[in-house]
DNA sequence: TTGAAAGCGCTAACAT
DNA sequence: ATGTTAGCGCTTTCAA
């Protein structure tokens, strides 16, 4: 029922190998049996099974793709980068969800490895020494997206998270905040935000500015978890006047637990996130936010990945993208360096 | 260098059937023997190769999604549920992006089915002659997810966008409104949108309003694409007074459009969307909006198609999925019926 | 340029 | 309860 390559060979007056051959876009095969071959293949609507063709070959053209949530906006899109890359050099991507559980990576990471993937894209906030282990390990080639394996053994592509959150700081510094909060997701979760956090309070030393733990709050990485934040940190007796949120839903969460008691932003306080979604825009301010290269991390590991595929040499195993920061409304311009 | 299923019958000294059993979890081996081959499979660190099990048993354990583009939330929660039920069933996924064009969605097909997935649950917008046909010729069942296919020879899952549609604009109606406007993406390109469109004709002719084709606009599914059709709308010479808006998006781009000119909503013009994405709470007013059960639509597909791969008995195979309308603030309650 | 044949690693009768 | 064996549909030497 199902037409195999041996059906096509029979019915062409050629031998398997020869079909093979053309369906492979080999070149020693001559033009007119090429022709042949291939009314043939239109003729009887053969389909090559890639199955077969993987058992036979030992590559599947495709590769996994473990993120902790494809509901969430940024691993989304981080995805989008990934497909859109993958399908440029021809494979497909198994998709799974890990929900950031150690858990599931780790039997995610045995069952594609079982269905012989030929390499893996891995989105994990929080690279366990167990997770970094059985990576480690695999038969193929992992790299890593958006992620930190500090002791830098898997290839990786990020943007420097210390530097850009940094700056961030350094922009509400600079508009004369003393007490600036720091709003993140859980912190024991997220490894970016551990360098967010040390960039938060270096900048605040650097500027001879107190570390108050009572600025530093994680709640869930969430818009509610921003409203949340704002009403506990405007509980305390000496509130923020200016708000670094770890993510757009977070900022857009503080802004409007602000405007919903009576508070402007940019004039009363000002708040800077860390994602540049296209939220960013659908809000009143608009947000200034760091702007997180999700698309490209996405796109520029898998394009990595191709090339450990390819056996091509890598200069460096540990990409780092730029970044840069999109100012609008939500943090004022300063007046004297706009002059 | 691989171990394979043969070297772990030779060391435990069995046949490949028997480890293939204990591998499998058939009943009939011996427990001593299971024993024994499970002490193996470990010490050899054996990884069952899913490539050669497809193409013995003809089965791969992995559906493939066909979706117009993860980045764009709508088919990421469709996604997360199909994802999760697929889980549940042991299924992996080969998620696809088909930009919403025929070529891809075709092409698509033809790679899916050439890697022998079990099953497709696709997400098309547009179901066109040629696409239904191929997919009517799929050797594996096919089922469209929140995607109509008129003849409804195909499975499928959705709800009543006609229906649904039609309450929205009657509320809209309900509260006094005589110019009523329609924004939604590219009538041509989203069959869903002629459903739509229908029924708001039909709501605005039992009410014995007139339909105006210039209340009709379709610009591109976004927030823009929301203010362009604001701004369009406010140049006529009879401006509408209440907006239906085909997504979060939209109704946000009207809204802010609007707000940016000083106009207060649902104090001046009332708006009402069709989607209740996390969006519809982000925005101030909250928006009124038809829920679309997207995470239920994609898991309800996948569990759908479930019944095809185990041979269940399918009762119907056009699921329509209940809806309703959640109400926020930027369609006032009419007082009269709350009293 | 083409063909023959030996696998790839597993499942699934069929025997025993 | 366990073993034998014949494929599954293809790629890949190796020969010719």
Known sequence: MTVTIYDVAREANVSMATVSRVVNGSQNVKPSTRKKVLEVIERLEYRPNAVARGLASKKTTTVGVIIPDISNNIYAEA?????????????????????????????????????????????????????????????????????????????????????????????????????????????????????????????????????????????????????????????????????????????????????????????????????????ARMVRPQLTSVVLPLYEIGAVSMRLLTKFLNKEEVKDQNVILPYRIEKRDSVKVKSMKNK
């Open 79 to 279: 995805a989008r980068g990934i497909e859109d890359i993958a399908t440029m050099y021809r494979y497909n991507i198994i998709l799974a969800n890990s929900d950031q559980k150690e858990e599931k990576e780790l039997s995610l990471l045995d069952t594609m490895l079982g269905k012989q993937v030929d390499g893996i894209v891995m989105m994990s906030d929080a690279v366990t020494p167990k997770l970094l282990q059985t990576m480690e390990n695999s038969p193929v080639p992992i790299v890593l997206a958006g992620s930190i394996d500090e002791s830098k053994k898997l290839p990786s592509v990020n943007i420097d998270y210390f530097q850009a959150t940094y700056e961030a700081i350094k922009m509400l510094i600079d508009n004369g905040h003393k007490r600036i909060a720091f709003i993140s997701g859980p912190l024991s979760y997220t490894i970016n935000a551990k360098y967010k956090l040390e960039a938060y309070k270096k900048a605040l030393q650097d500027a001879g500015l107190e570390v108050d733990e009572a600025l530093i709050v994680a709640e869930d990485d969430s818009y509610d978890g921003g409203m949340e934040a704002w009403k506990e940190l405007n509980e305390i007796e000496n509130p923020p006047t200016a708000y670094f949120a770890g993510s757009d839903e977070l900022a857009i969460g503080i802004i409007h637990a602000a405007q919903d008691h009576g508070i402007k932003v940019p004039e009363d306080i000002e708040v800077i996130s860390f994602e540049n979604s296209k939220l």
